[in-house]
């Protein structure tokens, strides 16, 4: 790839394309529109098209021009966070939020540079105590608490 | 007038019950706190917090959610004077003499001049929304399905003109969020479209989820890449006050940049973020000695807040009179008020006339409380920004949890945040900002339906947008916004525009 070239919004144009050409595969056996009016494939299919030649766009631009580079992805913090949140939506219901909400919180603290357990551990279980408090008894959303050992 | 009275009455009579000042006041309280802490703007906050306003009816809820993002926007400016960090965008350019105030060691003067001026700016902009709100919303009754569509396309055109960054990409991210509202049952035939067979899929994308994935999850994940800043250096904060001939340099900033902001507030997209941008280039411009600024001129200061707060309220007017969100913070309204049962609309304030003056009137209240609640309690947002962030952002995200969690009650909600985070960084990494996709979003459905409402009564006949002169007359606009935003010339202009 030339000098020329802003890697960011080529990667970027592909990326649209793709999403858009997915999105078409996605529509392709809805009806496309009846007469007196426009169907339920007709702006999925539509929108998708525009999308994907705007991408296409964004392609030709990006090799006529000088860009940004692309960023430095990460991969590991992300999945930690992300894995985290996963980890919430598991545990929650099973076993309630007293498990849930410390278990998200170290997932979640592993992602950063240095991991202190036994803080880590402790200011989990103290926020989890403040988020039943606020959430379940000020609030009265119904979040389980501990489906197993209370029943709620 | 005598209309305008009585229905400031009756909406000051329902915003003063015990309840409901409770209500505003816990709304800026925690809108406040969160907004102090960088890395959470007023979209990731009030996604955050809206499962505290669940429970509540929707009046107050409303009257929460209002005080959360004013907080939200408050606690942004504060930090950005005293440690040099904006917690959300529209108080970047309050860093600029804000920081360099609180350096000379005028920090409290800086932060009064900012309170006075959102004050001023907030009592002038409330009267705006009571006084146009009635006429707008009548305007808003006789318009038809073609109008609407036509108004919305022009909504997304200014949209994108006003969205920071390249055209391409803002228009990109648009049709990404409208794609992405079509996905779920259509509504005329009961079709599932896009889904994927996900059951959870049929009802569509939550909006919740999606903004709280793609701002909230998604700002985390790039926060903790970049190593911690350590060390936040506070000087002294100096008497709060500022002296009579601080009033005097900054009665015009605030006053001028309070009509700036309220106008560009009403305009969708970023428009309430370029108040305090144009507010900053202004006085600049007007200023006897622009070298000044930038070195701590208190009018830098008065005028991007005064601004950033008109823009704020005003967003509220689209939303209100003609149900269309202009930007992502009103869509989020959109969420809330859904939750409620409300369809926000024109019909809103006929027929719950209590909810809609009573949120006005509590908006003026907001802004009160922020003045006298937060100068005292400065010391303790410091003390909030020496938490570390290791030990913030797991908070942050099991505040998200628990928060999309409970809208539903469902794990799969929780699952679809994750994702959409992911959505969300991968969007920053490219360089694509995800505040237009979110504007198509909400906007989407909207359009789509009323598109598909006009087309049945004219028959499936598209000349409907044009015969219509309403309708023709904004469709033109539109063509026009976007066709002048890529020509060459006011491009290049435009880039600098943004570069201030």
């Given amino acids: 790839m030339s000098r020329m070239t802003s890697r960011q919004d080529f990667i970027g144009g592909l990326v649209v394309i793709a999403v858009a050409g997915f999105a078409l595969w ?94 880590t551990t402790l200011f989990g279980v103290l926020m ?17 608490l501990a489906p197993w050992l209370l029943g709620y | 007038m005598l209309d305008l009275v009585s229905h400031l009455g009756l909406g000051f009579s329902t915003a003063l019950s015990p309840i409901n000042l409770f209500l505003a006041f816990v709304g800026c309280m925690v809108g ?31 009257i929460m959610l209002a005080g959360i993002y004013y907080g939200a926007q408050y606690g942004g400016s504060t930090t ?95 049709v990404f969020g409208l794609l992405l509202a079509t996905v779920g049952t259509d509504l005329e035939t009961g079709q599932e479209r896009l889904t994927l067979g996900i059951a959870e899929l049929s009802d569509g994308v939550d909006f919740a989820v999606l903004a709280m994935g793609v701002f909230g999850i998604a700002e985390i994940l790039r926060n903790i890449e970049r190593p911690e800043t350590r060390g936040v250096e506070m000087g002294r904060i100096g008497r709060l006050l500022p002296s009579r001939e601080d009033l005097r340099r900054s009665f015009g900033p605030i006053v001028r940049a309070t009509g700036i902001g309220a106008v560009l507030g009403i305009l969708p997209g970023n428009g309430a973020v370029l108040g305090p941008f144009a507010s ?14 930038g070195k701590g001129a208190i009018e830098g200061v008065a005028g991007p807040e005064s601004a950033n707060n008109a823009g704020a309220q005003t967003a509220f007017i689209p939303l209100l009179t003609l149900g269309i969100p202009p930007n992502a913070v009103m869509a989020l309204m959109v969420g809330a008020m859904t939750i409620h049962g409300l369809i926000p609309g024109p019909l809103i304030m006929t027929k719950h006339p209590t909810l809609f003056w009573g949120m006005i009137a509590s908006m003026w209240i907001g802004n009160l409380m922020l003045l006298v609640i937060n100068l005292p309690l ?22 998200c949890c628990i928060g999309i969690y409970s809208i539903n009650n469902n794990p799969a909600d929780v699952y679809f945040t994750a994702f959409f985070g992911l959505v969300g960084y991968v969007l920053i990494k490219l360089g694509l900002e995800p505040a237009p996709m979110l504007l198509g979003f909400v906007l989407g459905r909207l359009m789509e339906e009323k598109l598909r409402q006009a087309l049945a009564l004219s028959e499936g006949s598209f000349m409907t947008f044009i015969e219509r002169p309403i309708a023709g007359i904004l469709l033109v606009v539109a063509l026009a916004v976007m066709v002048i935003a890529v020509l060459p010339a006011v491009r290049k202009g435009r880039e600098e525009a943004f570069q201030e």
Avoid at chain 2, 97 to 110: F, L, Q, S, V, Y
């Fill in chain 2, 280 to 293: 900053y280039a202004l006085e600049k411009k007007l200023a006897a000695d622009p070298s000044r600024f």
């Fill in chain 1, 26 to 119: 996605l529509a392709g056996d809805l009806p496309s529109g009846t007469s007196g009016g426009i169907g339920p494939g007709t702006l999925p299919k539509g929108l998708a098209a525009l999308l994907g030649l705007l991408g296409v766009l964004l392609v030709a631009t990006s090799v006529a021009k000088e860009g940004s580079p692309l960023e430095r992805w990460s991969i590991r913090g992300p999945a930690i966070i992300l894995g985290a949140v996963v980890a919430f939506g598991l545990t929650v219901r099973p076993l309630g939020l007293v498990v849930a909400g410390p278990l998200s919180i170290l997932v979640a603290a592993l992602a950063g540079e240095e991991v202190r357990w036994r803080e």
């Fill in chain 2, 32 to 62: 406040t706190l969160i907004g102090v802490l960088p890395g959470v703007g007023p979209i990731a906050t009030i996604a955050m917090l809206m499962p505290l306003t669940l429970k509540v009816d929707p009046t107050g809820a409303l």
């Fill in chain 2, 378 to 399: 400065i010391g303790v947002w410091v003390r909030l920004l020496k938490v570390p962030y290791r030990l913030m952002f797991p908070t942050i995200l099991l505040f």
């Fill in chain 2, 80 to 174: 950005a004077i005293l440690v040099n960090i904006p917690g959300e965008i529209t108080a970047v350019v309050t860093t600029l003499d804000g920081h360099a105030m609180a350096k000379k060691g005028e920090a409290g003067i800086a932060l009064g001049i900012a309170a006075i001026g959102s004050f001023f700016a907030g009592t002038v902009s409330t009267m705006i929304i009571a006084a146009i709100g009635a006429p707008l919303t009548r305007l808003a009754l006789v318009f038809g399905p073609a109008e609407y569509f036509a108004l919305m396309v022009l909504g997304l055109g200014l949209a994108i003109v006003l969205a920071r960054g390249s055209v391409l990409k803002a228009v990109i991210m648009v």
């Fill in chain 1, 128 to 144: 989890t105590g403040f988020c039943i408090g606020l959430f379940k008894f000020a609030l009265g959303l119904p979040v389980p």
